[in-house]
């Protein structure tokens, strides 16, 4: 497995609108762009940083994962993306290594991403997400 870079670090919020705020405003951030990604009942924003992104996550339904991550959390980090060069080669390994995922196949992300969960009990509490662009 080949670990690219820090992709994107998602930002769980309320309010996409509220929370872009400070990173345009204050901050000098470009928003280039927003999506909603159904399945997963989240509409996200993303705001370049060099080679990464700050990904800002809202959910679109009640019982969707960002919401009951900010009911249990508040806002804030909710993980951190890193970018491998062959997602299905990464789980793989990490299967081999009796590493504990949430996603054993990839899912689509936004942006066209492959996607997949490692369980945050395999990292020490930390939420980490493999992505592979395209």
């Known amino acids: 497995m080949k670990v690219l870079c820090v992709d994107h670090i998602g930002i769980a919020a309320k309010s996409i609108d509220e929370s872009t705020k400070f990173y345009t405003e204050i901050l000098g951030l470009e928003l280039v762009g927003s999506e909603e990604v159904a399945e997963q009942k989240v509409r996200t924003a993303f705001l370049p940083v060099g080679e990464s992104e700050i990904e800002i996550l809202e959910s679109t ?13 508040g806002e804030g980090i909710q993980h951190i993306a890193l970018r491998v060069d ?11 290594k009796n590493v504990r995922l949430i996603d054993e196949t990839p899912r689509r992300g936004a942006g066209g991403t492959k996607i997949a969960f490692i369980h945050p009990k395999a990292t020490k ?10």
Do not use: F, M
């Not at 339904?61 to 959390?73: L, S, T, V, W």
């Open 61 to 73: 339904a009640p019982d969707g994962p960002i919401a009951k991550y900010i009911d249990k959390n």
């Open 86 to 96: 062959d997602i299905e080669a990464a789980l793989e390994e990490l299967k081999s």
């Open 125 to 134: 509490g930390i939420l980490l997400e493999l992505c592979q662009r395209h």
